[in-house]
Structures are given as C-alpha cells and as structure tokens.
C-alpha cells in the first residue's frame, strides 16, 4: 500500500488551508477574547485589561480582515498572479463561517459569564439583606457591610464593570424598594446595557413593548 506523499509547505494547497483557517480562527479567537476580557475577572489584572480590551481586540480583527480582503485582490494585480486574489476570496468566504460561530462563542461565553456573576451576587445580596434587617435600614454603602456581613468589599468579578454600584434608594427601581444594585455593561455599537437588581423584584420594561429580560433575580436592560 503506497501513502500519498503531502505536498511541500510552499505549494497553493497548503496556503488554501491556511486562508481558510484564518478566516474561520480570527473572529471566533477575536470574540472570545473580548468576552472573556469583559465578563471574566481575569481582565482585572492590568495587563490584561488592557490586552483584552474588547473595542481593541474587535478593530484588530476587522483591521487583519479589511487588510486581507483588499490587500490581496490589489497585491494580484501588482505583482499579476492569481494566488492572491485567490487566496483573499477563499479567506471572505471563510470569514463568513467564522463570524457565525464567532456569535455563538460569544453569546454562549456572555451568558457563562453572566450565570457566574449571578451566583457571586447571592452573596453580596444576602450580604445587604441581614444588615437592613438588623438594623432596620439599608446600609448607608457597601463598607457597612465591612467585616461583619462581608470579610471585604465586594467585587462583581467582570472586568469592565468590577464594582457594584449600590445605592440606598430605590434608583431605577419602584418606590417599593428602599435600596438597589446597577452594573454598567457594554451594549451595541456606542452604547450601555444595564443589570438591574430590586430586592421586591417589581421589575417592568423600561420601553413600549420591549419585553422584560430577567436573568436570575436581576433585570438585564438593553439600549438598543
């Protein structure tokens, strides 16, 4: 039985599997950093933060495929070879999968990160919770909590947003409640979403017909 011998590195089948790869690696690999730099603690390191930066890690992903896709057509006709263009096409069309599946790593890591803050926000709530009710009032802020609820200040353990912002008053939540919670997270292009929490868990929708999107015990408002 004779094998097939592989072609040499420099043949155009192993530049086709390359292109093809890149076009599929670069937006799910672009995606998942940008989600884990912004709902995973590990962002919270400086190095991190600022390598992880979503805005950033999406402008180098676009910046490599806009340079692919015209740098390549245009290289074809300058040095007059079809490989180029070639290769930059079957990139495009790779780069069409990648950016679906990129999507879903980022909605799928989003969502663990989200599960994950929720379970870590139990605590901070219990946390407020057994202060009201021992001393008839919410406290003043989360120091209060400092060390007898809590042993330190609470952290969300999300990058971009790492600390709670409480308030002692109702804020976006009804009269009804005497205190709140509101994380800050990145929407849409140029835009905040928030999380929401209401110790009566009152929550409505904050525009007509936007229906209400409760994750966990919180509320998640998008600015669409």
Not at 54 to 71: E, Q, R
Not at 152 to 157: F, K, Y
Not at 194 to 200: D, E, G, R, V
Request: hydrophobic letters at 50%; glycine letters at 8%.
């Amino acid at each position: 039985m004779r094998f097939k011998k592989l072609p040499p590195p420099g043949s155009s089948v192993w530049w086709l599997a390359g292109s093809n790869l890149l076009g599929l690696l670069l937006p799910v690999t672009s995606a998942a950093l940008a989600i884990v730099g912004t709902y995973f603690p590990v962002g919270t390191y400086p190095v991190f933060a600022q390598l992880l930066n979503a805005n950033i890690i999406v402008l180098l992903g676009v910046g490599v495929s806009t340079i692919v896709l015209l740098g390549g057509p245009l290289y074809a006709l300058l040095a007059w070879s079809w490989r180029p263009f070639v290769l930059a096409s079957f990139f495009g069309l790779s780069l069409i999968f990648g950016l679906a599946i990129g999507v879903m790593v980022a909605s799928a890591l989003s969502d663990l990160g989200l599960s994950l803050f929720l379970r870590r926000s139990e605590v901070v709530i219990n946390a407020i919770l057994e202060y009201e009710q021992l001393n008839e009032a919410p406290p003043a802020t989360l120091t209060d909590l400092v060390p007898r609820q809590l042993p330190a200040l609470p952290s969300t353990g999300m990058s971009v947003a790492p600390n709670y912002d409480y308030a002692p008053r109702p804020g976006f939540c009804s009269p009804q409640n005497s205190w709140s919670l509101l994380i800050r997270l990145p929407g849409g292009l140029m835009s905040i979403d928030y999380l929401i929490y209401c110790p009566a868990k009152d929550y409505v929708a904050f525009g007509l017909g936007d229906p209400l999107d409760i994750r966990g015990d919180w509320q998640y408002v998008r600015n669409d």
